[in-house]
Nanobody, 129 residues
Framework: RVQLVESGGGSVQAGGSLRLSCVVSGSTDDIADIAYMGWFRQGRGKEREGVAALYTGGSGRYYAGSVKGRFTISRDVALNTVYLQMNNMKTEDTAVYYC???????????????????WGQGTQVTVSS
C-alpha cells in the first residue's frame, strides 16, 4: 500500500509563495505502479478540485486554469517526493491541499477525484489579503 504525507502548508499574504511537499512511501513495486501524481484542494464549503498533476512515465504536466502560470508541479524521483510550488498566491487559493496518486492515467488533464487511488491527509494553506 502507498502512503502519502504532505507538508509545507501555512499562512502567506497575497502575492507570496509557498511550496508543498508530498513524500511517497510503500513497497518498491507499489511505488513503481504509480502512473500519475496530483494535487487537489478543497476550500471551505466547496468541492474538492484538481489543481495540478504529472505523469510519472514522462514529461506531462497538467494544471487547472485557475493556477496555470502561477503553480508548478515537480518531482524528485530519488526522494520519492512531489512538490507544488505556488507563486503569486491569491486569497482564493485558500484551501486544504491534498496529494494524490493514481495507478492509471486519467483520460483528461488533472483527472477527477475518483480516478485517484491514494490520498494524503491534507495540509492547510491560507492566503490573506
Amino acid at each position: 500500500r502507498v502512503q502519502l504525507v504532505e507538508s509545507g502548508g501555512g499562512s502567506v499574504q497575497a502575492g507570496g509563495s509557498l511550496r508543498l511537499s508530498c513524500v511517497v512511501s510503500g513497497s518498491t513495486d507499489d511505488i513503481a505502479d504509480i502512473a500519475y501524481m496530483g494535487w487537489f484542494r478543497q476550500g471551505r464549503g466547496k468541492e474538492r478540485e484538481g489543481v495540478a498533476a504529472l505523469y510519472t512515465g514522462g514529461s506531462g504536466r497538467y494544471y487547472a486554469g485557475s493556477v496555470k502560470g502561477r503553480f508548478t508541479i515537480s518531482r524528485d524521483v530519488a526522494l520519492n517526493t512531489v512538490y507544488l510550488q505556488m507563486n503569486n498566491m491569491k486569497t482564493e487559493d485558500t484551501a486544504v491541499y491534498y496529494c494524490a496518486a493514481a495507478s492509471h492515467v486519467p483520460p483528461v488533464g488533472v483527472g477527477r477525484e475518483n480516478e485517484y487511488d491514494y490520498w494524503g491527509q491534507g495540509t492547510q494553506v491560507t492566503v490573506s489579503s
